[in-house]
């Protein structure tokens, strides 16, 4: 079954302009990851953050996890013409080994 | 250091015939993963395993579909007597040895194509 979800799921931004993507997971985790994936490729890991953390920063990206809401964003500051592509969220599964995937948000940057 | 690489990058069948996809994990790595993903969705969990073992092969369909990661080798995943069904990207995963669920590298993917 599908552990995230993220929202929305497709946006389009101005090139310049902060894009903000959120995922809502259903049970406990030890630790949520972000990754992207450009068109036809594989996907790549941005970025993890644990449980323990509300905040973390990679560059540009900004992550943000709230547990009490099972919620989680991630924020691509200055966006580029280079970030167009898909943004997923992965969480275990019941604090297993496997990852489980969101249906993923498309982000689109207009030059 | 190669990064996880997949091959075929497209394989076509016809109806019945058999697939085989191979997966070669980063160089180190011990623990394989298998996703499918159908266009505009998510991936979906098929299996994982480590060397000689499978771990959790909870999303493999029970028929026809099965997994291995050999001693030696890479790791394949068999689909007998494909359907049309089964077209979809295929995507391998690999991670080092420790907690295995804290980054995956994932290769360039597998297109099936069943005619």
């Known amino acids: 079954s599908q552990q995230g979800e993220e929202d929305p799921q497709a946006l389009s931004i101005q090139e310049g302009e902060n894009a903000t993507m959120n995922c809502s997971y259903k049970?406990?985790?030890?630790?949520l990851q972000w990754y992207r994936q450009n068109s036809g490729r594989g996907l790549v890991h941005l970025i993890l953050i644990r449980s323990n953390e509300r905040e973390k920063h990679s560059g540009r990206l900004r992550v943000t996890l709230d547990t009490s809401k099972k919620s989680s964003s991630l924020l691509i500051t200055a966006s580029r013409a280079a970030d167009t592509a898909s943004y997923f969220c992965?969480?275990?599964?019941?604090?297993?080994?496997?990852?489980?995937f969101g249906t993923g948000t498309r982000l689109t940057i207009i030059p | 250091n190669a990064g996880v690489m997949q091959n075929p990058r497209h394989l076509v069948r016809r109806r019945g015939q058999e697939a085989r996809l191979r997966c070669s994990p980063m160089k180190g790595h011990s623990h394989v993963y298998w996703y499918r993903q159908l266009p505009e969705e998510g991936l979906k969990f098929m299996v994982y395993l480590q060397k000689e073992n499978i771990i959790d092969e909870s999303g493999m369909p029970k028929e026809r579909f099965s997994a291995e990661f050999p001693k030696e080798g890479p790791s394949i995943l068999r689909i007998q007597q494909v359907v049309r069904g089964d077209s979809a990207a295929y995507f391998c995963?690999?991670?080092?040895?420790?907690?295995?669920?804290?980054?995956?590298?994932f290769g360039s993917g597998t297109q099936l194509s069943v005619l």
């Open positions: 995963a690999s991670s080092p040895p420790g907690p295995a669920n804290e980054k995956l590298f």
């Open positions: 049970t406990s985790i030890n630790n």
């Open positions: 992965a969480t275990p599964y019941f604090g297993n080994e496997k990852l489980t």
